[in-house]
């Protein structure tokens, strides 16, 4: 919707919304909410900026960014406003409009206690139909001695000029992010290469080969296991010893790539999802992301039932942390616990409720006293 879910000056100055409505009228910080809950629980969090460069879905206008900022639109050759599947674009090439990104993630970044920042098939991304604004032109023809842009958007060196902008948005933003904080993860969940270059510009193996990103997510979306098993073949070779895919083998360390398990009423089961991920693990890469969460409570939470069983009975360490741990489950104390002492009076009320159904009170200025002993990792 062109919205921030949390509470951003970044787009108050730039859009003139604060916060999706929705949660601002509630005053609610989801992404604040979501950090303590998962935290507390020994887990990272990876804001996920998903829209990325596109400005809003099934708005022919813009959306209200672009309504607001109109010199931040992408053009396609016929000068309408760039989009591709429902999906409208803000011209990724403009430097307002990476400055803007960049400043949105690291609002983020220094204001809540996040573990890294991700960008999916939207950022770094544009449709490949884009790059024929104005301020486009301009730029191809400063750097192709005043000549103007081919007309036919799919031309190779165009479509690599432009991907070659991403790539450097990328690195720009990784810099800046690591400049911050090196502990912070860059992580980036691309289309599947090399539609994802044709397409939407991400040649994402450039990436990799720049040190740009942490971690890749490429998403192999497959209805089909043996549609899915070539694509990980098409990445690392038609073995695991096979040095023959479009990635180098050094990079299975940092691919863990993205499954789906439902998509509208389609639903991968156990019998597509457990052999797949074997298949992950024969390929050296050690993990993997589901799309998405809802698919886990399908059938009674049958999938998610039989990962944990089959596949995820142990805590992993995060690999791209080198087996250590940056966030550590909180320990939870209670008044009947051990290492716990209760001196004075005490007694139960209802109100307000406690832990158990009912708070333990004590009467003001007494020695009445409860004292709590934790190890604190």
């Known amino acids: 919707k062109g919205y921030t879910l949390h509470p951003s000056q970044v787009a108050q100055e730039a859009i003139g919304e604060l916060q999706d409505p929705y949660f601002a009228q509630r005053r609610r910080d989801p992404l604040a909410e979501v950090i303590v809950e998962a935290h507390r629980r020994g887990m990272e969090v990876i804001p996920w900026f998903e829209y990325g460069f596109a400005s809003v879905y099934g708005d022919r206008t813009g959306g209200h960014i672009l309504q607001r900022n109109p010199e931040w639109a992408s053009r396609n050759a016929s000068g309408a406003i760039a989009n591709a599947n429902g999906f409208y674009w803000m011209n990724a090439f403009h430097h307002e409009v990476q400055q803007f990104m960049i400043d949105l993630i690291m609002e983020v970044v220094e204001n809540y206690d996040v573990d890294g920042v991700q960008g999916d098939d939207r950022l770094p991304a544009i449709t490949s139909t884009a790059g024929y604004s104005d301020y486009t032109r301009s730029l191809y023809a400063s750097e192709h001695d005043g000549a103007e842009v081919p007309t036919n958007y799919r031309d190779a060196g165009f479509i690599q000029w432009r991907a070659d902008k991403l790539t450097n948005f990328a690195g720009r933003l990784y810099r800046t992010v690591k400049d911050h904080d090196p502990e912070i993860i860059v992580s980036f969940s691309p289309s599947v290469y090399r539609w994802s270059l044709d397409n939407y510009l991400q040649d994402w193996p450039n990436w990799i080969d720049s040190s740009y990103v ?57 019998d597509y999802i457990l052999p797949a991920t074997t298949y992950n693990r024969e390929f050296g890469m050690q993990g993997e992301v589901f799309f998405f ?23 992993a360490a995060l690999p791209y942390r080198d087996g250590g741990l940056r966030r550590f489950e909180a320990p939870v104390v209670n008044e009947d616990g051990p290492g716990v002492t209760r001196t004075g009076e005490w007694n139960a009320d209802g109100t307000p409720s406690g832990y158990t159904d009912r708070s333990l009170v004590a009467v003001g200025g007494t020695d009445a006293r409860l004292a709590y002993e934790v190890d604190v990792p």
């Open 214 to 270: 942490d971690i890749v997510h490429p998403q192999l979306y497959r209805y089909n296991l043996e549609d899915y098993k070539s694509l990980v073949r098409s990445m690392f070779g038609a073995s695991p010893a096979s040095p023959y895919g479009y990635l180098y083998a050094e990079s299975k360390s940092m691919v863990f790539p993205g499954m789906l398990i439902k998509a509208g009423s389609a639903f991968n089961r156990q």
């Open 293 to 315: 969460y809802e698919g886990l409570d399908e059938k009674n939470n049958f999938l998610a039932d039989t990962l944990r069983n089959y596949r995820y009975s142990q805590k």
